[in-house]
């Protein structure tokens, strides 16, 4: 893994454990916006179902 990669694990797991607060995950990654976070390192909810079907669908498994 590349250096840089840790900084995106980091904010997800962040962003993960937080909810999707952009502000915590500015603070623990000390950006000055929040709004950098969400363009740069915000994801879709991985636990969404509806994302999590379209994955199984995408790859050809079924739950």
């Not at 840089?4 to 454990?17: C, E, G, K, N, P």
């Not at 990654?29 to 740069?40: H, R, Y």
Request: glycine fraction near 8%; charge should be negative; avoid cysteine.
């Amino acid at each position: 893994m590349k250096p840089h990669a840790f900084r995106h694990t980091f904010t997800s797991a962040v962003l993960d454990a937080s909810d999707g607060n952009l502000l915590i995950a500015r603070d623990a990654g000390g950006w000055a916006s929040a709004a950098t976070v969400d363009e740069v390192y915000g994801h879709v909810d991985v636990h969404d179902p509806a994302f999590d079907a379209a994955l199984r669908a995408v790859w050809g498994e079924t739950k």
